[in-house]
């Protein structure tokens, strides 16, 4: 699992839609950011410890997709 898949899972499991339709921001995030760190892949119990974490903010996480998706349409004039 890299962690990108992570990004995937926790957005997913924060916003209530589908990995499918999460991949799409994802990708779109991605093709906007250098390659690196987020394309590496954590041992399994790394990987496992983080989505537990994570999992233990998706308010959080919830709230900042908002903030981005409200940043995204001020500044780039998105609906």
Request: hydrophobic content about 40%; aromatic content about 4%.
């Given at each position: 699992?890299t962690?990108r ?21 994802v990708?779109?995030v991605?093709?906007?950011i ?5 394309d590496?892949?954590?041992?399994d119990?790394?990987?496992k410890?983080?989505?537990a ?5 998706l308010?959080?996480?919830l ?6 998706a409200?940043m995204?349409?001020?500044?780039w004039?998105?609906?």
């Amino acid at each position: 699992m890299t962690n990108r898949d992570i990004l995937v899972q926790i957005l997913s499991e924060a916003s209530g839609k589908p990995k499918e339709h999460v991949s799409g921001l994802v990708e779109v995030v991605y093709s906007n950011i250098p390659k690196g760190k987020l394309d590496q892949e954590p041992p399994d119990d790394k990987a496992k410890t983080l989505l537990a974490s994570l999992r233990t903010q998706l308010p959080g996480v919830l709230r900042w997709l908002a903030e981005g998706a409200d940043m995204a349409r001020k500044d780039w004039g998105l609906p």
